[in-house]
């Protein structure tokens, strides 16, 4: 028996340096790239082409943004949008599920985010046509400091309540539709 003991001890420090060596993405992250698409640069400003719209069978609570990669190389959408608006210094918060894979966008591609500007019933005083967007590093939560850009709401302008959120970035626009309209947490 003390030969099976020390086996068994001595094996528990080498499977642990064996698990600590491999890359492991915490549950829910974000962590592998989409298949046949290598992790590329975070995208910038400069790169991308910005477009928002509702969703027709919507009535104005939620909108979508498109981010087109206008540049001849790969970018990647990291974690979620900075949105800001009316001039506020903090950005709007994410909800929904990370995506199973990084919004790595090829030239002319694009990633999409859905933006829950409010809720039945809540004062959407706040009425803009222009807000700012922001976009993350690999970090979550880096390069805040960076400047937004300034982008034009959906024709009309956009009613913000007091609690709007955005969805994190995803290729699919399906996966982000699913998110806005049936996440239950929005």
């Known amino acids: 028996m003390d030969k099976n003991w020390k086996t068994y001890a001595l094996g528990v420090p080498a499977v642990a340096a ?31 082409s910005v477009a928002t719209s509702y969703w027709e069978q919507d009535s104005g609570q939620n909108m979508l943004i498109k981010a087109t990669n206008t540049t001849g190389k790969g970018c990647t959408l990291y974690h979620y949008p900075y949105l800001y608006f009316s001039g506020s210094t903090l950005p709007v918060p994410p909800f929904g599920a990370a995506p199973k894979a990084l919004a790595t966008i090829r030239p002319h591609e694009s990633a999409y985010a859905g933006v829950h500007l409010f809720r039945a019933g809540e004062n959407t005083a706040n009425a803009v046509n222009r807000f700012g967007i922001g976009y993350q590093g690999r970090v979550l939560g880096s390069d805040r400091e960076v400047a937004p850009v300034d982008v034009r709401a959906p024709e009309g302008g956009a009613d913000v309540g007091p609690y709007p959120a955005v969805t994190r970035w995803n290729l699919d626009r399906r996966a982000v539709e699913d998110i806005v309209f049936r996440s239950g947490d929005n």
């Open 18 to 48: 064996l698990l600590a060596a491999v890359p492991v993405a915490p549950s829910g992250s974000a962590a592998p790239a989409a298949a046949n698409r290598t992790t590329a640069p975070a995208c910038d400003a400069g790169g991308l």
